[in-house]
């Protein structure tokens, strides 16, 4: 059994047209021209995306029949996000199929959380393309499963309670800014600050801004909230 079948085998999937699946294994960095980057997976991924969030916003909808449009919206935003697909992608062992330039081959390429979160999405998209809803419900529904019981309750993303902290305290909302970005295009880090009014300001890294964003917001709730003080001073 080869690698694609070997691929195919986990999704529970055999695919009608293997060049969309190979399209979706193939990040952009493997491309040596521009205009082979419309045969990586970069459209793919946007097609996926999508098709996920269809799925899973249909799939809270008839979970959880009781709850409102906010908590629903911070589950779908969950589920959704950046890091949950690496978790997916992880444990189907996607890195192990990509096609990367040598660059990346030689480094830690199959396991960067931005390659692998995109390539997961563009095989959600494959899998649309090919086969339309059902098999993508289907492996989205299998993959996803565990996130979607992890917690019976529905989370609050950091940058809310933050948010909401702030308000109770009758502070101005939390401020973010880029400070710094590096890394190659197709894998930056993003540095990002927030500043909360009394506050001392908070940089974070992650491999978007949202993710930094979130980091630096829990960060801030971690180290100034504690004890319920907005000075810091006072941690219980």
Known sequence: MNQRDQLSAVLGYK????????QALTHSSAAHHISERLDSNE???????????LVVAEWLFNR?????????????????????????AREIDLGAYLILNKADENTTG????????????ALIGALYLDGGLAPTQHFIETYWQSLIEADINPPQ?????????????????????EVNREGPSHAPIFTIEVTVETLPPMLAEGTSKRIAEQVAAERTLEIFTSGDDPDGKNKS
């Open 157 to 177: 993303d950091s940058k809310t309670a933050l948010q909401e902290w702030a308000q109770g305290k009758g502070l101005p909302l939390p401020v973010y800014h």
């Open 15 to 22: 695919f009608k047209k293997p060049a969309l699946l190979e």
């Open 43 to 53: 459209r793919l991924e946007f097609l996926g995306d999508r098709a996920l969030g």
């Open 110 to 121: 199959r396991d960067n959380p931005s390659v692998l979160a995109d390539a997961c999405e």
């Open 64 to 88: 959880f029949p009781k709850e409102e449009e906010g908590a629903l919206a911070r589950r779908f935003a969950s589920l959704v996000r950046r890091e949950s697909l690496v978790i997916v």
